[in-house]
């Protein structure tokens, strides 16, 4: 798949709900401008915000969140700065793709996390991304993205957006119910969260 990661799309970014877990995506757009793919997000996750954090950030389990991320692991960390590689497999029509990115992630103020991906031959020419985290109340998570993405790659002109913003909001829904499930692990094992 064209796989434009959500975190980290994401990433990477973000699969099985249950009925207690009701997370949302509130906004969407994506649009295309001479190649580049403009994303930006905002969903709601139904769990408090260091929980949902720390499963967003848990860099050597990102395959927890999505089973179109196929590996994830840490190559250096120091600080507030992680390098990641992360492998993505999917399809989309009939267009498959396997997606291998290096991510330079930097922790921010203010629960804010940038993401800058090295460039690599039949991936992706160019990506930054920028997500916040921010607490609603003490169980709801509000979590921002946008990024700017440049694939190396084909995608159909016309319909690339569309095809694009479909494949996204049904991986982001995904990856918010496993959010859900990973940070609130009491409610379906009567077990709390390690801290």
């Given at each position: ?142 979590i921002h993205y946008s990024a700017d993405v440049v694939p190396d790659f084909w995608i159909p002109p016309v319909i690339g957006s569309w095809i694009v913003q479909k494949r996204l909001v049904e991986e982001v829904q995904l990856i918010i119910n496993n959010a859900e ?15």
């Open positions: 798949m064209p796989k434009i990661n959500i975190l980290i799309l994401l990433s990477s970014l973000f699969c099985i709900a249950t009925s207690t877990q009701a997370g949302s995506i509130i906004k969407v757009f994506v649009g295309e401008q001479d190649g580049h793919f403009l994303i930006d997000l905002t969903m709601q996750v139904n769990a408090a915000k260091p929980q949902v954090i720390r499963v967003m950030t848990d860099y050597n389990q990102l395959t927890r969140l999505s089973d179109t991320i196929v590996s994830s692991e840490i190559m250096e960390q120091r600080g507030n700065y992680t390098r990641i590689k992360l492998v993505n497999e999917g399809c989309v029509l009939f267009i498959c793709e396997t997606i291998t990115q290096i991510q330079n992630i930097n922790k921010l103020d203010y629960d804010y996390i940038s993401v800058n991906v090295e460039p690599l031959a039949d991936n992706i020419k160019f990506s930054s991304q920028l997500w916040h985290f921010e607490s609603l109340n003490t169980e709801i998570t509000l499930k990973l940070a609130n692990p009491e409610a379906a094992t009567g077990a709390y969260p390690e801290e």
